[in-house]
Structures are given as structure tokens and as C-alpha cells.
Nanobody, 119 residues
Framework: QVQLVESGGASVQPGGSLRLSCATSGDIFSIYAMGWYRQAPGKQRELVAGITTGGSTKYADSMKGRITISRDNAKNTVYLQMNSLKPEDSAVYYC?????????????WGQGTQVTVSS
């Protein structure tokens, strides 16, 4: 049973920064690309960043240039560094393994971590 435990969310002012962490169980890092998703109230969950097992990254246009995804295979942990945060970035952020090019997740969702950007 793979567990995904997100942390690092907080309330910040516009322009602020946060670093999210996702700890996983099981040996999934050597198999799957990993991604960070977010879901704002009333909106569909969207993939905002992905990183392959080889370290190649891809970002959603909405956050490109402001976020960096990274992974520590030894710790089974994936990170999302977010800078220059905007109110529209407010959402629950989740991590998951990425199944395919559509961005479909592999595992059940964890509890997520809340990011609130407000003055």
C-alpha cells in the first residue's frame, strides 16, 4: 500500500514562497514519474509539475517560471518550491505518481496540503 503524505502548505502573502514536500512509502521512485497537482475550490484538479525518474521536468503554463519540482530518490520524497505566489495559486496541493502523458495519477490521493495566498 503506497502512502503519499504531503506537507509544507501554509498561508502566505502574495509574492511569498513555500516549499512543499511529499513523502512516499514503497519503492515507487525508481518506476514512476512524480507530479504535483492542485485543486482549488470549484475547480478540477490539475497537474502543475512533473519530474521523470531521470530528472526531466515539465510545468503547467500557469505556474511556469515560479515553481521548481525536485526529487530525492534516497528519501522517496518529492518537493515543490513555489515562489512569487499569487492569490490564484490558493488550492490544496497533492502529489502522486504519474501514469501517462495525460497526467493521470497512479495511486489513491493523500490528504494534500493547503496553500492559501492572501493579503
Amino acid at each position: 500500500q503506497v502512502q503519499l503524505v504531503e506537507s509544507g502548505g501554509a498561508s502566505v502573502q502574495p509574492g511569498g514562497s513555500l516549499r512543499l514536500s511529499c513523502a512516499t512509502s514503497g519503492d515507487i521512485f525508481s518506476i514512476y514519474a512524480m507530479g504535483w497537482y492542485r485543486q482549488a475550490p470549484g475547480k478540477q484538479r490539475e497537474l502543475v509539475a512533473g519530474i521523470t525518474t531521470g530528472g526531466s521536468t515539465k510545468y503547467a503554463d500557469s505556474m511556469k517560471g515560479r515553481i521548481t519540482i525536485s526529487r530525492d530518490n534516497a528519501k522517496n520524497t518529492v518537493y515543490l518550491q513555489m515562489n512569487s505566489l499569487k492569490p490564484e495559486d490558493s488550492a490544496v496541493y497533492y502529489c502522486n505518481a504519474i501514469r501517462d502523458y495525460t497526467g493521470s495519477p497512479v495511486f489513491n490521493w493523500g490528504q494534500g496540503t493547503q496553500v492559501t495566498v492572501s493579503s
